[in-house]
């Protein structure tokens, strides 16, 4: 009978420390289900009350004198500050309170970085960015910023609003995605800032053919690249209606020196395109007479 309760109490301690093994380490892409479903440090605490309220108050121990914050009911934030690098850290504070992981995510994915966080499969994708070139754009860019005194105390200012919010910002508390995918946020930095500036430029700017065209070059011949894909023209129609029903097509003129004889024909074809793959941003503007406010909007 000892001996069978020896057994028992044995293969009870080993299940256990198999468990806590098993749930506490990562299996593949998966986190650890013990932290990952924890009632304490889980995702369950991301869950949000129908009656959530912002922050109160802010702890930006940087501050140089007091800052209001009104959110309004669809919780858009308005800043009153009696400086404008006070303004900034606040900026900062509530920019990482609101959307911390797309700030991470979109600075790495442009510094060619994501692979750190989800792994060979984006291994390409990082490559990519390097190769045209983004981490060294961004490091030029942050170099002619901290030239300029005003965009100088601009980044550093976010800088500590968002690191503010950061030193404050217990485990617990992370982001659903953080505990997804099980890793902590690193510190800001003026240079991730720089790294948001060119991910925004790459992504709202047209899609470029260059480095596929260039591999092409030497294989094919320019007279073949110029036939198959001919230049197209950097804008196909106007944003802004003329009163017309349709949008009044402006074909720019090109110097000839630059483009391939198909360039005329293409870019007339495109302009008259109802939906081109190249169209940029969502440009609108809305009357005051369409809003309760009386107040005219715009945005791009």
Same mark, same amino acid.
């Given at each position: 009978m000892k001996t069978r309760a020896w057994l028992r109490l044995g293969l009870f301690v080993f299940l256990t420390l198999l468990i806590e093994v098993g749930l506490g380490r990562r299996w593949g892409?998966?986190?650890p289900l013990g932290k990952f479903f924890s009632p304490v440090e889980g995702f369950w605490r991301n869950a949000?009350?129908?009656?959530?309220?912002?922050? @109160?108050?802010?702890?930006?121990?940087? &501050?140089?004198?007091?800052?209001?914050?009104l959110w309004d009911? /669809?919780?858009v934030p308005h800043i009153f500050a009696r400086n404008e690098a006070d303004l900034y850290r606040v900026q900062g504070y509530i920019q990482a309170y609101l959307r911390?992981?797309?700030?991470?995510?979109?600075?790495?994915?442009?510094a060619g970085r994501l692979s750190r966080i989800l792994g060979?499969?984006?291994?390409e994708n990082d490559r990519a960015m390097r190769r045209l070139g983004l981490p060294y754009a961004a490091e030029r860019?942050?170099?002619t910023m901290m030239q300029d005194s005003i965009t100088r105390m601009i980044v550093e200012a976010f800088?500590?609003?968002?690191?503010?919010?950061?030193?404050?910002?217990?485990?617990?508390?992370?982001?659903?995605?953080?505990?997804?995918?099980?890793?902590?946020?690193?510190?800001w930095s003026p240079l991730r800032s720089a790294y948001l @500036?060119?991910?925004?430029?790459?992504? &709202?700017?047209?899609?470029?053919?260059?480095?596929?065209?260039? /591999?092409l070059l030497s294989q094919i011949g320019k007279g073949a690249i110029d036939t198959l894909f001919p230049n197209h023209a950097p804008f196909g129609h106007t944003t802004i209606l003329s009163g017309q029903v349709e949008p009044r097509h402006e074909v720019p003129p090109q110097p000839q020196a630059l483009h391939s004889t198909a360039y005329a024909e293409d870019t007339l074809v495109q302009a008259q395109e109802e939906d081109p793959y190249w169209l940029g941003s969502n440009n609108w503007a809305v009357s005051g007479k369409k809003n309760r406010f009386g107040l005219s909007a715009a945005g791009g």
């Open positions: 892409k998966l986190p949000e009350p129908p009656d959530l309220k912002p922050p @109160v108050e802010l702890h930006i121990p940087t &501050l140089q004198d007091s800052v209001w914050v009911e /669809r919780w911390l992981w797309q700030m991470e995510v979109q600075s790495d994915a442009a060979e499969a984006l291994l860019a942050l170099a800088t500590e609003g968002v690191n503010a919010y950061l030193s404050q910002l217990r485990s617990r508390d992370y982001p659903f995605e953080y505990k997804l995918l099980d890793y902590a946020p690193e510190p @500036v060119k991910y925004m430029a790459y992504d &709202l700017t047209v899609k470029s053919q260059d480095k596929y065209l260039t /591999r």
